[in-house]
């Protein structure tokens, strides 16, 4: 049986979150509940507890300095934060830390606090049954073993070096493993949302739920929005379900939409091979949709069928309609798929270069190519195309570069520079210059040289920089103040392009006090 702590300066607190579950049932034994850390430290100092569940903001020892000691001691420990709706800065601290999760009190529901302690659980008993495989290992080494392998999975599948020799790989490779090729969704829509860089924060994720959910798999970044991850599986058995749970809990937690393209391997001889194999897998997900596609040998296999440059040539000069037609019979024959993806978009591609090589700014036909190999499925191709072709048309007749004319982009800049604190779209700015949102986004990223969305998100961060080192604001003020709505986003997303968390930012920024020390943001009492 597994033993667990409850920790809180509030007597109420401590009653709800014992009164909220069977603990016996769950497999728990309550090895008792403490108003502070300082009480609960030599507790567990006496006795270690398998799961500590500890308010953040306690008198005499908070919940980090607790979380921060017992995790020293006894690094196996699964702790979970009792947050308010404003420690969010301070749960950053503790994810930081190790903390395996964390709760709302003012909103804790006994289903809530069920599902967190269960995952707990889950990788507990995961963890136990690798340490009895692996007698003699502790946390430490275990993170310096998955980097390793992970360096190695990397330099295999992208650097296409030798087969690895025994032993560089783990064991359980030899029984057997599944290979998925994971691809994350709507990425389009993401960086036109969020920004180019919260593409890596999804993908990173992803990957600690993949660890989480299984913790001595093997996962490495293949491009820019893939993931490869080595799953033990003792036989060939279809994965299905077992896949669709991951593939939902992925997706809930992240809170993205991912493809799943999943090959049998066996031994690190057929690690590469699998991952080819399921990258074809993913592949279907561009005819088919979203979804989990196990590789089949008809993934490989290609056939002949109508080719789109050739349609366009033999009816060259025909109307909107007959072009609308023509795309339909090509988008109808490749419904079901047997060609690549790519050579799909580069039939595409070529199509818009025979219509205005001759006639449209380079710059934005290249604009216009890169938009079509960002689509995602078949139907999406069809669309941009149809839709470049109508922007390249109306680019041709603009005229925005002529001397004196006034150019839409200096009227976005200057309504962009008002209002970026704000809410605000990609569409909202198109449409007060009245221009597309396609023709707007290519005519943008020409000007400036960044995505609409990056461009603004350069500006909330400088102005989250002005605030953290002339303001006492807390960190999650700040956020909200230079037009972040997710503290959590804000500080990796700034740490990202600061190189400092922001708390690291403003203890650079503020002088020193007298004797050297730097001014600290208050820590929780």
């Not at 990258?279 to 196990?294: E, N, P, T, V």
């Not at 069928?305 to 060259?316: C, D, Q």
């Not at 920024?509 to 820590?523: C, H, I, N, S, T």
């Given at each position: 049986m597994?033993?667990a702590?409850i920790v809180d300066?509030?007597p109420?607190?401590?009653?709800g979150?014992?009164?909220s579950l ?12 403490c ?5 609960a ?9 398998d ?7 306690m008198?005499?020892?908070?919940g ?11 690094p ?7 947050s ?11 994810l930081?830390?190790?903390v395996?999760d ?12 069920q ?15 690798g ?11 275990a993170?310096r ?29 030899g029984?057997?493993y599944w ?8 990425v389009?829509?993401?960086?036109e949302?969020?920004g ?8 990173e ?12 798999g093997?996962?490495v ?6 993931l ?11 994965a299905?379900?077992r896949?669709a749970e991951?593939?939902a ?11 799943i393209g999943?090959a ?10 699998t991952f080819?194999q ?8 561009f005819f088919r ?11 490989a ?21 007959r072009?609308?037609?023509l ?17 799909l ?7 818009l270069?025979?219509?205005f ?6 710059y934005?036909?290249?604009e216009?190519?890169d ?8 139907g ?8 470049g072709i109508?922007e390249?048309r ?9 001397p004196g004319s006034h150019h ?9 520079r008002?209002h970026?604190?704000?809410s605000?779209?990609?569409q ?10 396609n023709?707007?986004?290519?005519l ?10 990056d ?8 102005r ?7 303001t006492e604001?807390k ?7 230079s ?13 990202k ?16 006090l007298?004797?050297g ?6 820590e929780?009492?």
């Amino acid at each position: 049986m597994w033993r667990a702590i409850i920790v809180d300066d509030e007597p109420i607190i401590r009653f709800g979150i014992k009164a909220s579950l069977d603990w016996s049932k769950e497999g728990i034994e309550l090895a008792g509940d403490c108003a502070n850390g300082a009480e609960a430290l030599q507790l567990i100092e006496e006795e270690p507890v398998d799961l500590l569940i500890t308010d953040i903001k306690m008198p005499v020892m908070d919940g980090l300095a607790l979380t921060k000691r017992v995790l020293e001691l006894h690094p196996a420990t699964k702790v979970i934060l009792v947050s308010s709706h404003n420690d969010f800065e301070y749960v950053r601290e503790g994810l930081r830390l190790g903390v395996a999760d964390y709760i709302l009190k003012h909103t804790l529901e006994p289903e809530d606090l069920q599902q967190v302690v269960r995952r707990c659980l889950v990788m507990l008993e995961k963890e136990e049954r690798g340490r009895e495989q692996r007698p003699g290992t502790d946390s430490g080494d275990a993170a310096r073993q998955r980097k390793h392998w992970e360096g190695e999975l990397k330099r295999l599948l992208l650097q296409q070096r030798a087969l690895p020799a025994s032993g560089e790989f783990p064991a359980w490779l030899g029984d057997g493993y599944w290979g998925l090729a994971i691809v994350l969704n709507r990425v389009s829509a993401i960086e036109e949302q969020q920004g180019y860089l919260f593409k890596s924060v999804l993908l990173e994720q992803l990957t600690d739920v993949l660890y989480t959910a299984v913790p001595e798999g093997i996962g490495v970044q293949t491009g820019e929005h893939e993931l490869f991850f080595l799953l033990p599986a003792a036989s060939c058995d279809d994965a299905g379900q077992r896949l669709a749970e991951l593939k939902a809990r992925m997706e809930e937690e992240s809170g993205a939409s991912v493809t799943i393209g999943y090959a049998w391997g066996r031994d690190t001889v057929s690690i590469r091979e699998t991952f080819e194999q399921g990258k074809l897998a993913s592949g279907r997900g561009f005819f088919r949709g979203s979804g989990i596609y196990r590789y089949q040998l008809s993934d490989a296999e290609r056939r002949e069928g109508l080719r789109l440059p050739v349609l366009y040539r033999a009816n060259e000069g025909a109307g909107d309609e007959r072009l609308a037609e023509l795309l339909g019979e090509w988008r109808d024959d490749w419904r079901q798929g047997g060609c690549p993806p790519l050579e799909l978009k580069e039939e595409a591609s070529r199509v818009l270069s025979i219509m205005f090589k001759q006639q449209a700014d380079p710059y934005v036909l290249v604009e216009s190519f890169d938009r079509l190999f960002k689509t995602e499925t078949l139907g999406e191709l069809c669309d941009a195309l149809q839709s470049g072709i109508s922007e390249l048309r109306k680019v041709r007749m603009a005229g925005f570069d002529a001397p004196g004319s006034h150019h839409p982009i200096d009227k976005a800049l200057e309504y962009i520079r008002g209002h970026y604190l704000e809410s605000m779209t990609l569409q909202q700015v198109a449409d007060y210059v009245h221009v597309s949102k396609n023709y707007f986004s290519i005519l943008f990223k020409k000007v400036t040289g960044q995505n609409f969305i990056d461009y603004v998100i350069t500006l909330r961060v400088q102005r989250a920089k002005e605030l953290l080192g002339g303001t006492e604001l807390k960190v999650y003020e700040v956020a909200e103040q230079s037009g972040f709505n997710d503290v959590k986003y804000f500080s990796k997303l700034f740490k990202k392009l600061t190189g400092h968390s922001p708390i690291e930012y403003r203890e650079r920024m503020l002088p020193p006090l007298p004797g050297g020390a730097l001014p600290r943001e208050e820590e929780p009492s």
